[in-house]
C-alpha cells in the first residue's frame, strides 16, 4: 500500500518509537567517506595499500571503502561471517525423497539518486514499513547475493520508485530448479548422479563465464533435465537455482565476492554515469564529481524472507543500522597529454579558479612514456607555485609538486627549458574545480595553447602532411589503471580507409605516454602529401589525447572529436 506520510512525520514516528532501542552506530561520529582516486583490482581481495580511502563501518560491522579513477566508481565491503552461506534452495536426499533447505549471504546499498523528494536514501523510510515504495523519487539499489549472482561477476542492480521495487532493464541470474509438482529438482548436472555441484549454469556459455574473477568456492556444472530414474545416494545435493548471464542495466554493478577465515570481502564496480531505461527513466544514481552521494547498507546472514532480517525486526536486539552515509567524491582532474621541457621547449601550466570563495589547493604529477615520475625542471619559491612573467628562477626537478589558487585568480606554473628534451604527460588533481590550459613555447616554430584533454574511449583527429613541411603530432595519455590498447585506422580525405593504413598499439601501460607523427604511428602507409583523418579506438578503457599541427614558424592545436 502507497504511504502518503511526510518523511518529517516519519522521522518523528522513528524517533519517538526506536530511539531508545537502536543501538548506536559504532562510529557515530564518522558517517562520511571520501574517495580516493585509483584503480583497484576486483578480486575480492583486499590486498595492502590497495583502497586507499577513509572508511566507515556500520553498527553491523560492515566496514566500506570507496574509490574512483576516469571512468568507474568502486566500493568495497568486508564484514565478519562465521561461515559462507552460498546453497539457497539446496535440494538434498535422504534416500527416499528430496527436500529443500539453505540460503545465501547478501549485502544491500540503497543509493539516493538525487531527486527531490522526501526518502533520500534512507532504509527505514524508501523500505521499511511496510513495503519497499517511497514516498516521491526514487532510489538506486545494490543487492549482492552469494548464490545467484556473484558466481556470474555481478550484484542485483535495482531501483525503487512509488510503485514499489522495480528490476533494471536486462535479466538477472539464478532461476528456481524445481519442477512443476514442487517435489523435485527439474534439472541436475551432467555429472550427475553423485556430481554433488554447488552451482548449475544454464548452458555451456554460462559455464564459460562462470566465476569471471576467481573467487567462488565450489564446483559448477551445466544443467541436463532431472531423470527420475537415476540412482541417487542418500545425502546427494542437487543445486537449487540455475544460474544465467546477467544482461542490461541489470548488470551494470559488477562484482567479486570472496570468503576466507570467516570474513567476507566484496568488491564493486560501476561505471561513472548512470544507466537510463528503455523508457529514458533514470535507474542508476551518477557520481557527481567535487559532490556527495547519500546511502543506506544493510546485511542478510544466511536469510530468506526480507521480514526476517535485522531491520525488520525492529533492529532492536539484533543490531540494525539507520544511519545514513555519504560518500564525498574528488574534483575533475586535469589531463594534459602532452608536457615537455628542455632544448627550446617550455610548458606554462595556467590554472585558473572560478569559485569567489573557496581556495583551490592540488597537486601536479608530471610522469614519462613508461607512466614513472618523470622529473622536470619548474620555477618555484619555497615550494609554493607563484606566477611568472620574466625569468625562469633555476629549480631542482621535480615530477610532483603542491599548488593553490586563489578565488577568482590564476597561477601559472612555468618549466625552466633547461637541459636535454624531456617529454611526458601532466594531471592536475584539484581539490576544487578548475579549468587549465598547458602553453607549448617552442623555439623556431611559436607558441601553442593546449587545454585539458578529455578521456574517450575513442575519438577523431584532421591530419595532414607535406614532405619536408608541415607534419601531425598525437599525444596520449592512458588515464586508466590499467593496460590498454590503441587501434589506429588512417582515413583519406572522403573517410575511406588508406592502404595499409592501420596498426594497433597494445599494452600503453597505466599513466603511460605515447607522442608520435602520423608517419611514425602509420609507417606503411603512403602519407606524403596526405591530408585526411585518423581514427583512434581504444580497448580496455580511455585515454586523454592532444593533436598538434607543427612545421616552420607553425605550431597550432587541432580538435581532438569524441567518437560514439
Not at 608541415?470 to 583519406?492: C, F, H, K
Given at each position: 500500500m502507497k504511504r502518503t506520510?511526510?518523511?518529517?512525520?516519519?522521522?518523528?514516528?522513528?524517533?519517538?518509537?526506536?530511539?531508545?532501542?537502536?543501538?548506536?552506530?559504532?562510529?557515530?561520529?564518522?558517517?562520511t567517506i571520501t574517495a580516493t582516486i585509483g584503480t583497484p583490482t576486483l578480486d575480492g581481495v583486499e590486498s595492502p595499500g590497495e583502497w586507499t580511502s577513509s572508511s566507515i563501518t556500520t553498527s553491523r560491522g560492515v566496514t566500506i571503502k570507496s574509490m574512483v579513477d576516469v571512468g568507474n566508481f568502486y566500493v568495497l565491503a568486508t564484514w565478519p561471517d562465521l561461515a559462507a552461506s552460498v546453497t539457497k534452495d539446496q535440494w538434498t536426499f535422504d534416500g527416499t525423497s528430496w527436500s529443500q533447505s539453505g540460503d545465501e549471504d547478501r549485502v544491500m546499498f540503497v543509493w539516493d539518486m538525487g531527486f527531490s523528494g522526501t526518502d533520500g536514501a534512507s532504509c527505514q523510510a524508501a523500505c521499511h514499513p511496510p513495503d519497499m515504495s517511497t514516498n516521491e523519487g526514487r532510489v538506486d539499489v545494490w543487492h549482492w547475493k552469494s548464490t545467484r549472482f556473484n558466481p556470474m561477476g555481478h550484484a542485483d542492480d535495482k531501483h525503487w520508485d512509488t510503485?514499489?521495487?522495480?528490476?533494471?532493464?536486462?535479466?538477472?541470474?539464478?532461476?528456481?530448479?524445481?519442477?512443476?509438482?514442487?517435489?523435485?529438482?527439474?534439472?541436475?548436472s551432467n555429472g550427475d548422479p553423485g556430481a554433488?555441484?554447488?552451482?548449475?549454469t544454464d548452458s555451456q556459455a554460462v559455464q564459460d563465464a562462470f566465476d569471471p574473477f576467481n573467487v567462488q568456492p565450489g564446483s559448477a556444472d551445466v544443467k541436463v533435465d532431472f531423470n527420475p530414474a537415476a540412482t541417487f545416494s542418500a545425502g546427494a545435493t542437487i543445486p537449487g537455482r540455475i544460474l544465467k548471464q546477467v544482461t542490461g542495466n541489470r548488470g551494470s554493478a559488477q562484482s567479486a565476492g570472496k570468503w576466507v577465515d570467516g570474513m567476507w570481502t566484496v568488491e564493486f564496480r560501476r561505471k561513472l554515469s548512470g544507466e537510463l531505461g528503455t523508457d529514458g527513466g533514470t535507474q542508476?544514481?551518477?557520481i557527481p564529481r567535487n559532490g556527495s552521494v547519500q546511502f543506506t547498507n544493510e546485511i542478510f546472514d544466511d536469510l530468506a524472507a526480507h521480514s526476517a532480517h535485522a531491520f525488520s525486526q525492529a533492529g532492536l536486539s539484533a543490531g540494525a543500522d539507520f544511519t545514513v552515509w555519504t560518500i564525498d567524491f574528488p574534483a575533475e582532474r586535469l589531463f594534459f597529454s602532452q608536457f615537455g621541457n628542455g632544448t627550446g621547449l617550455t610548458s606554462a601550466a595556467v590554472l585558473t579558479n572560478p569559485s569567489a570563495t573557496n581556495t583551490v589547493a592540488g597537486t601536479v604529477d608530471i610522469s614519462d612514456d613508461s607512466g614513472l615520475p618523470l622529473p622536470i625542471g619548474v620555477a618555484a619559491v619555497e615550494g609554493d607555485m607563484v606566477p611568472l612573467d620574466g625569468a625562469i628562477l633555476p629549480l631542482q626537478a621535480v615530477s610532483s609538486f603542491n599548488f593553490s589558487v586563489a578565488p577568482l585568480a590564476s597561477v601559472t606554473i612555468v618549466t625552466d627549458g633547461q637541459g636535454d628534451l624531456a617529454v611526458g604527460s601532466a594531471v592536475v588533481s584539484p581539490d576544487g574545480d578548475l579549468g587549465g590550459v598547458i602553453r607549448f613555447n617552442l623555439s623556431g616554430f611559436g607558441i601553442a595553447g593546449v587545454g585539458a584533454s578529455q578521456p574517450l574511449s575513442g575519438f577523431v583527429i584532421p591530419v595532414r602532411r607535406q614532405l619536408g613541411g608541415?607534419?601531425?603530432?598525437?599525444?596520449?595519455?592512458?588515464?586508466?589503471?590499467?593496460?590498454?590498447?590503441?587501434?589506429?585506422?588512417?582515413?583519406?580525405?572522403?573517410?575511406?580507409?588508406?592502404?595499409?593504413?592501420?596498426?594497433?598499439i597494445a599494452n600503453l601501460v597505466a599513466n603511460g605516454h605515447l607522442a608520435q607523427f602520423i608517419d611514425g604511428l602509420l609507417p606503411d602507409a603512403a602519407?606524403?602529401?596526405?591530408?585526411?583523418?585518423?581514427?583512434?579506438?581504444?580497448?580496455g578503457g580511455k585515454v586523454?589525447?592532444?593533436?598538434?599541427?607543427?612545421?616552420?614558424?607553425?605550431?597550432?592545436?587541432?580538435p581532438v572529436t569524441a567518437l560514439p
Open positions: 506520510f511526510t518523511l518529517l512525520a516519519f522521522t518523528v514516528f522513528l524517533i519517538i518509537g526506536f530511539a531508545l532501542l537502536v543501538p548506536t552506530p559504532i562510529n557515530a561520529q564518522n558517517t510503485a514499489g521495487r522495480q528490476s533494471d532493464n536486462g535479466s538477472g541470474s539464478g532461476d528456481s530448479n524445481k519442477n512443476e509438482a514442487g517435489d523435485a529438482p527439474k534439472y541436475m554433488n555441484v554447488t552451482f548449475l542508476d544514481f551518477t608541415i607534419n601531425t603530432g598525437i599525444a596520449v595519455y592512458n588515464a586508466e589503471g590499467q593496460a590498454v590498447t590503441l587501434n589506429l585506422t588512417l582515413r583519406d580525405a572522403l573517410g575511406a580507409e588508406v592502404p595499409n593504413g592501420t596498426n594497433t602519407t606524403d602529401d596526405f591530408e585526411g583523418t585518423l581514427e583512434v579506438r581504444v580497448t586523454a589525447a592532444t593533436a598538434i599541427e607543427q612545421g616552420a614558424g607553425l605550431l597550432t592545436t587541432l
